[in-house]
């Protein structure tokens, strides 16, 4: 699903478009947090950064795991711009991957609260508008999904959580192993100490 873009020199361009919540991407951190302005471009910008990090990370292109994670992103981006805009609010993206890397999640915050999804279960696959399929595919990825209110101020976050399920150890810097394995289907036990809820302050 996803191409590896041309090699970066080691800084993204974010003028204009995000504004940095987090420290300089780095392959021994296991969190990311950017604002992003609530427009299309914004979301394209969140995809392309989660899947540079998810290589950083040792979840390579071309795997089943970065290009599921990455339309998990990619699906909760475009519902935070198109569902969730607020004119002149940004929405925000963080990206974690879990100690002992069992689990990457995703978590998008939008400012407009009076428009919520459905619960999980509650998404229906057949019949759906064009506009709800995404929490569609959102719900057959992910190991759990939900939202909640945002803590710092109006609006909501949506968060899922994919679950890595097969990894052949390559020792990498940072203590981070490279991911080869397939998605969990839906409704898969999660892993142990993967609860709901906002992830803390990256």
Known sequence: MTSNPARHSGTVQLTGTAHRLSTALGPSDPSFA?????????ARLARRLA???LDAWGIPYGTTPHDAVVLIVDELAT????HGRVPGRDFEFRLHLAARAVTVRVEVGDTRGERVPPRPGAVRSAGLAESGRGLVLVERLA??????????GPGKTV??????????????????????????????????GAE?????DL
């Open 143 to 152: 190991a759990r999904w939900g939202w909640h209110p945002r803590a710092e």
């Open 51 to 53: 899947a540079v990090r």
């Open 196 to 200: 709901g809820g906002a992830v803390g």
């Open 34 to 42: 950017m604002r992003f302005t609530s427009t299309p471009r914004g």
């Open 159 to 192: 968060w899922a959580e994919y679950a890595l399920p097969h990894w052949v150890t390559e020792t990498q810097e940072g203590g981070t192993e490279r991911a080869r394995g397939t998605a969990a289907p839906a409704g898969a036990e999660a892993p142990a």
């Open 79 to 82: 519902n935070a711009v198109v």
